[in-house]
């Protein structure tokens, strides 16, 4: 596909994503699509564009990394702690490509939303039985967003409590992160699953980019992206068998999935056009000044 280049002053560089089961799709990195942008070509795409702070690019390793990936002594490891974690799974197929994107500010809109995900049992003493359930996906970012974990057949079922929200895996599934744009401009969705960025699987940081989504667009994030053309599918599996703990050595952060969404600057998202409301109120009914004395 043919992507253009801006120039730097436009902006910081944002991720787009691909999918390359069959033809790939602009904007998109994941199985399932809603939508998606028109006027998307096929072309080659340019590999030279550093992610985020050009000082400072993101690599990304060998498509086909599989070391960690799932197996029969992934799953003997002893477990730290008890219920679910995510493993880094099979690979699979998905392109990214590059774009730019100027954040209107550091700040999430809306602030920081988060899924918690555990066994039965799990998810049970979290919320001292005390919950009420719900389908489908559910807003973040002052609706801008719909989102949930998409597991089998469909969105997995949340459990609320105390102002929170769970969901039950089931053991060595693959889930993915479903992610609805309901507005009409691009928007920034930084991931982490296991306090990991799901781009780079690093410890997450609001510093760091995003994938791009296009206006009412529909996208699922499947897994840690381990090459330009690839991800290693999420997995629920033991704590002992999780990615976190395997790679990282680190079992903090585990049973917990992150979203911050930025808007772009300078545009309102949810006409898609510039904000330039604030210069309106600037405006003088009487643009000339007046005379010293009326004739």
Known sequence: MKVKESSVRDGVRGLLLGLSVGLPIFLNSCANTDSMPRGAASGEVSRTLPIGDSSSPRTLGAPGDNTLAASPEYFRQPSPRPGYATAWGPSLSSRMTYTSFRRSNDTPHGGIASVYYNDKEGVAEMTGR???TSTGRKRAANGLVE?????GFGILRSYHSKGKRYVVGRRNAKYSISLKNNSRSRLEVVVSVDGLDVVDGKPASLRKRGYILAPEQTVEIRGWRSSEEEVASFMFSPVGGSYSHLKHGETQNIGVV?????TEKGIDPWSGRSADGPRRFSASPFAESPLRRAR
């Open 130 to 132: 005390d919950y009420y």
């Open 147 to 151: 989102w949930g974990m998409r597991s």
């Open 258 to 262: 992150g979203l911050a969404v930025f």
